[in-house]
């Protein structure tokens, strides 16, 4: 439940903080090294890690010894996605681990790098590289490299650590070169208070906090003349020999810089003794979820998840019964949280998914495992194939299958779902917060919410969103351990002040009055902005389920500018039915009856995998057989859903939307499907809408430069400013150190823009725009004045749209628009915008 208490993570999981991480294995001779060696490695890295022992010999490993069979027991159990590191001690140890690799499955064994490192120097520093998301590679070469710093403070180093490190890691290498090239974005001085210096515990606590920003970062002892080293490797620090008023140069550049340099420098203050002083309020940066303004006491959500044992059972049989109980419990647990949700259908499709219920069935007949322990497994595993995905929203339903893990587990081992104390109004800090937890938050009582982890496009933030309460997420740099402190924040762009002074108090109460005076009650909006020339702008809503829908439209939004289809098809083990399909888009389509409704086709493909498509796995998923291309090489799928768009489209003013489409061909090939499938219900006598306006996605360059011809085949151009940004710049959408380069307002990307809307107008073929664009108050007046008049958004968004457009005329947005089209960077252009935010 809610407390003012420290947070302890997911965790009732065992190892589950370790999901996604490299896991370690510590091979001895000596039982009681091993743990030991464990424990130390622990305090640097709490349970984010996964590390098993496998040491001693014969019962209990009571004997000094060594074990294949166990060995190989352990890397099994530690071996996720991404790999293990093995550390042994002497002889035997390697000649086991060697062994060991030859008893497991080969798949594993190549995930698998046994390390000459020593194994309690090099368990603490790989687990610490691990800890930070350090790659297999990495995490190896950390452990390998491990007594540099003992020997180079002994005079018996052949080389620097740091250059070791940099000889092994080539990202550590990138970031010192990245902050030595031209001045830093960053830089602040700070002496070493701490009696210790910067020794291991600090040290681990700034590679955790330095990995979340979008930086590159690295530490320089100016007394000793040691470094740069980067503020990724336990190794790399620990050369720096930072004593006692030592003074670091802390360097960061990157697109938060600052945000990294005024967190870490906190970090190092409060590491300090009690008399250094502390920094001053300041406002961070966080991930921007869920628009609105909170300001209030601070707590904290605590789970009540009881940890998971890792027994074996007498009965098998019984074991797998009892299971299937607790997830008929689970269902009724979640059912009453998210009823009368979209979501609530992905979680239950979850608890009957063959790929966790099976698996966890068949560890239990198979290990004799107890049935939480079976099930924790295969939910662990389900979440490491989301959070590898490229594309955001798939790797945001992780938190949708530990939604559903942990109500499993509640039903077997006991537990109750969270829920908030008695108290005052407060700001909730999470770590990745749920759907059910988001579904049972009361708005009368939760002022605002800070995730430490989640991100915009996950489930729990869509139901903050539709609650009305602001949100950020992506925090975890940005909030202390403990809590009990006050907080403000701005959902709406990402800022967060941790106990604001009295004049960020009074500006934080000067947003929030604002935002209530400008919100439009239901029923005030039709739909069409007027600017102050009387050009009208059209607001349409992207949506994906029949709740977005009646949200939208009761929003005031004009029509459905893009429904995503993939809302069929996601979370499930099986294809949807061809009379499935029509029933939910009827359900969607009610909620705009009399209104224009796009209907994206399936976007799906690439590194947006359904499993039962048995697509092929591929090196570049954003370049491959996604989208159209899918669709056109499987027939029969697109064909049945066309179909079933058209039949559940029958009253409705429905248009239809091609994804990817990279040239004209494709636009072709769907349209000739599209009369097949018109032909096919025709012929069936079954009722349906026709004709239908197909229009194409501009989200390749290729489309964008294409656009007047392509406009001869095209109804309509709907600009997917998200994959066209990606695709422009070269720079992956989810990439975490490429977020300044995937910003829609990069000149290059106007550019595009503007050409499609020439070759619209040209051709007189609508022009939207329904990627994140639309929806940035930063970006829409640019866009606006490119000429684009509809831009379609998660509804929550309008009003601030509208306070961007307010009291501006054509002429004003043009005349910025070309300003932002001539700078050289996305930073410039939104500055050009700022410069002109009260226009004419």
Not at 406 to 434: F, I, K, N, S, Y
Not at 565 to 573: A, Q, S
Not at 782 to 802: K, N, Q, W, Y
């Amino acid at each position: 439940m809610f407390a003012l208490a420290a947070e302890p993570g997911r965790d009732g999981r065992r190892m589950s903080g370790a999901a996604g991480r490299v896991g370690l294995v510590l091979v001895s001779h000596s039982r009681q090294l091993a743990e030991a060696t464990r424990a130390l490695a622990r305090q640097m890295t709490g349970e984010a890690v996964a590390i098993a022992c496998a040491a001693g010999a014969g019962d209990g490993g009571a004997d000094l010894g060594t074990d294949a069979t166990a060995i190989a027991a352990a890397i099994e159990r530690v071996c996720g996605p991404a790999g293990a590191v093995v550390l042994m001690d002497i002889g035997g140890a390697i000649l086991s681990a060697e062994t060991a690799l030859e008893l497991i499955d080969p798949a594993i064994a190549a995930r698998t790098r046994l390390t000459g490192g020593p194994i309690v120097e090099g368990a603490v520093a790989a687990a610490v590289r691990a800890a930070a998301g350090g790659t297999l590679d990495q995490v190896a070469a950390e452990a390998r490299q491990a007594l540099a710093p003992k020997a180079e403070q002994l005079g018996e180093a052949e080389r620097p650590a740091s250059a070791a490190v940099a000889a092994t890691d080539p990202g550590a290498a990138a970031a010192v070169a990245a902050t030595s090239a031209g001045a830093p974005a960053a830089t602040v001085e700070l002496a070493i208070a701490d009696p210790g210096g910067l020794h291991a515990r600090p040290a681990a606590r700034l590679i955790t906090r330095a990995v979340a920003f979008d930086a590159a970062i690295t530490l320089e002892n100016v007394t000793a003349a040691r470094g740069p080293v980067p503020a990724s490797s336990l190794i790399a620090l620990a050369s720096l020999g930072a004593r006692r008023g030592d003074v670091l140069r802390l360097r960061a550049t990157g697109r938060q810089a600052v945000e990294a340099v005024e967190a870490l420098a906190a970090l190092l203050l409060r590491d300090a003794p009690a008399a250094a002083p502390a920094a001053p309020p300041a406002s961070c940066h966080a991930i921007p979820v869920a628009p609105g303004v909170a300001l209030g006491p601070m707590v904290r959500l605590v789970r009540s998840i009881p940890e998971v044992p890792e027994t074996t059972v007498d009965d098998p049989a019984a074991e797998a019964e009892r299971l299937r109980r607790a997830l008929d419990l689970a269902a009724q647990d979640l059912g009453s949280a998210l009823r009368g949700t979209d979501i609530l259908d992905a979680h239950q499709a979850l608890l009957c998914d063959p790929a966790l219920v099976d698996e966890a069935i068949s560890r239990i007949e198979r290990e004799r495992c107890n049935a939480a322990w079976a099930f924790r497994q295969a939910i662990d595993a389900a979440a490491a194939i989301y959070r590898q995905l490229d594309d955001p929203y798939l790797r945001a339903r992780e938190a949708d299958v530990h939604d559903v893990g942990d109500a499993v587990v509640r039903a077997l081992l006991g537990g109750a779902a969270a829920v908030l104390p008695d108290g005052p109004p407060a700001v909730v800090v999470t770590e990745d917060l749920t759907p059910s937890e988001a579904a049972r938050l009361d708005a009368g009582r939760v002022l605002g919410v800070i995730d430490r982890r989640g991100g915009p496009t996950s489930h729990a933030a869509i139901l903050l969103r539709s609650a009305g309460i602001p949100a950020v997420a992506g925090a975890a740099a940005l909030v202390p351990d403990a809590g009990g402190a006050r907080a403000g924040l701005d959902g709406a762009t990402g800022e967060v002040w941790l106990d604001p002074d009295p004049e960020t108090t009074i500006e934080l109460q000067r947003r929030q009055a604002a935002l209530r005076a400008s919100r439009r009650p239901p029923g005030a909006r039709d739909g069409r902005l007027r600017l102050a020339c009387g050009r009208e702008v059209e607001l349409w809503a992207n949506v994906a389920g029949p709740s977005d829908a009646r949200a939208a439209r009761e929003a005031g939004a004009l029509g459905i500018g893009l429904l995503r289809t993939e809302m069929l098809f996601l979370d499930r083990v099986d294809e949807p039915g061809e009379d499935e399909q029509a029933e939910l888009l009827a359900e969607i389509f009610a909620a705009f009856a009399g209104a224009p409704i796009v209907v994206r086709t399936l976007d799906a493909g690439g590194d947006k995998a359904l499993p039962y498509l048995e697509l092929d796995a591929e090196t570049n998923p954003s370049l491959g057989v996604r989208g159209v291309r899918l669709s056109l090489a499987r027939p029969a799928l697109l064909e049945a859903q066309l179909r079933a768009i058209l039949v559940a489209g029958r009253g409705h003013d429905i248009r239809v939307l091609v994804p990817m489409v990279s040239i004209a061909a494709e636009v072709s090939a769907v349209r000739a499907a599209l009369e097949r499938a018109h032909e096919a219900l025709a012929a069936m006598g079954a009722a349906h809408r026709w004709p239908v306006a197909t229009g194409i996605m501009v989200e390749v360059p290729s489309a964008a430069l294409m656009a007047e011809r392509l406009a001869r085949q095209a109804d309509f151009f709907s600009i997917g400013t998200n994959d066209l940004t990606q695709h422009t710049l070269a720079a992956e959408r989810g990439h975490p150190r490429l977020h300044a380069l995937a910003d829609p307002a990069h000149p290059a990307v106007l550019r595009l823009v503007r050409g499609v809307v020439e070759a619209g107008h040209a051709a007189k073929r609508p022009v939207s725009v329904c990627g994140e664009a639309a929806g940035d108050p930063g970006v829409a007046p640019l866009l606006v004045g490119l000429g684009i008049t509809r831009l379609s958004m998660c509804a929550s968004a309008f009003d601030a749209v509208e306070d961007a457009l307010a009291g501006a005329s054509f002429a004003d947005l043009s005349a910025i628009a070309e300003a932002a089209l001539a700078v050289d960077d996305a930073a410039a252009a939104r500055a050009a915008r700022a410069a002109a935010r009260r226009p004419g």
